[in-house]
């Protein structure tokens, strides 16, 4: 066990294989532009930035994409739901964003350990541990799936206590009930994923993605329009989407030649330093849930407002906008916590630097250019969620305050 702990805590940066730019996701060339003081300083950024640039498009390109796919999911199913009137659109955005969202960002958070230390060991060329971090991950998000699931079961006496009506804490609980089997997904989804993109393959995750999204939207017009199961058919389907990834991606892992060094089967060490990978994890899982709880609290304050359902309405509408434009800095975080990772394993401590700074303003560049076309947009972007014109000018007035205070 102890001989097991050690290998959680080991610095991976201790690699006796010498360092080089091919196969492990460290770039030795971009550490030698960095390192050359010789070369004038305009010259080495520009290198720099062009090599970087490179590498960062071809890892963070289909990781955002992932994240705004399985993102979509969850908006398509508020979607749905929001063609059955406003109270299910207001109890979907209650149950999702007030919530699931917390399961989410735990999950994503405690999952997010893997990218460090799957990033090292596939820079240091430790493949045998990327398999061992995957399943430990598993084991621990796995477990605590299980408390996470009474919030979800209580969930209607959670919001009675906080203030909600008794007809949108009903809804909204029912909306909840089918989404149980989701945060098992979380568990495994997490850790596969960022095992993958440990070692940048990345595109197979968003071909399943996609896949996934194309039976999703037809699952959930079956189950909602046809079978008329409205808010938990709604919920049913998107949790049973996420176990469609889960599965695509672990025959994935199990069939392609490029996980062979990584994935060598179930190993016993992923039972050893348990607790230290939840020390770990927990940090990270801290700095995620804080971004994503200040959302659930503005959720959960305009349910006690004078016209709670008008309020969650456009509230859910803004929200959803919001976090599928979110899901464009996670994907950016997500690459850049690999690109540090390789470049960390393999030795090179400027090029991990260069790559937060280059991912830094790529992704601020990029939000500047979002946050430009939605309030261009605000007059028509609610009236693909509802058709209530209340509820699409409650929406043009969050919008105009917000370019106000943009101009401001």
């Not at 770039?27 to 070369?39: A, H, Y």
């Not at 997904?185 to 996609?210: C, D, R």
């Not at 199961?229 to 049973?240: D, E, M, Q, V």
Request: hydrophobic fraction near 50%.
């Amino acid at each position: 066990m102890e001989h097991q702990n050690d290998e959680l805590q080991q610095p991976l940066l201790d690699s006796a294989t010498p360092p080089s730019s091919a196969g492990h996701g460290g770039s030795w060339e971009l550490e030698n532009v960095l390192s050359s003081t010789q070369t004038p300083f305009v010259r080495r950024f520009a290198s720099a930035t062009r090599i970087e640039l490179g590498l960062l498009y071809k890892l963070a390109a289909p990781t955002v994409l992932v994240y705004l796919i399985n993102n979509s999911m969850s908006m398509s199913t508020r979607i749905f739901s929001g063609q059955l009137g406003n109270l299910e659109l207001a109890a979907a955005s209650l149950g999702n964003q007030g919530i699931q969202l917390f399961a989410y960002g735990l999950m994503l958070g405690m999952g997010s350990a893997v990218e460090t230390l799957c990033g090292q060991a596939f820079g240091a060329q430790k493949y045998d541990m990327l398999g061992v971090y995957l399943q430990r991950s598993a084991i621990v998000l796995t477990i605590t799936a299980f408390p996470l699931t009474l919030v979800y079961i209580f969930s209607k006496s959670i919001l009675l206590l906080l203030g909600q009506s008794p007809s949108m804490a009903s809804a909204a609980a029912l909306f909840v009930y089918g989404l149980i089997p989701q945060i098992f997904a979380y568990a495994i989804n997490f850790p596969i994923q960022k095992f993958l993109q440990s070692q940048s393959i990345v595109a197979p995750s968003a071909y399943i993605s996609a896949g996934t999204l194309v039976v999703h939207l037809f699952l959930s017009w079956i189950m909602v329009y046809k079978l008329g199961f409205g808010l938990i058919g709604a919920s049913l389907t998107l949790s049973f989407s996420w176990w469609i990834i889960v599965a695509g991606q672990f025959i994935y892992i199990l069939k392609s030649d490029r996980c062979k060094a990584s994935w060598t089967g179930f190993n016993l060490k992923a039972f050893g330093g348990l607790w230290d990978f939840v020390k770990l994890s927990s940090g990270s899982a801290v700095m995620l849930c804080l971004e994503s709880w200040y959302m659930q609290v503005l959720v959960l304050i305009a349910g006690l407002l004078e016209n709670p359902e008008l309020a969650l309405d456009a509230l859910s509408v803004c929200m959803a906008i919001n976090g599928l434009l979110f899901m464009v800095s996670v994907g950016f975080n997500a690459a850049a916590s690999v690109r540090v990772g390789n470049e960390l394993g393999a030795g090179n401590p400027k090029a991990a630097a260069f790559s937060v700074l280059t991912v830094t303003t790529v992704s601020f560049i990029i939000a500047v250019i979002e946050a430009v076309i939605v309030l261009s947009l605000r007059h028509v972007i609610s009236y693909v969620f509802t058709g209530g014109e209340t509820v699409a000018n409650a929406v043009w007035l969050s919008g105009a305050d917000g370019k106000r205070m943009w101009r401001t």
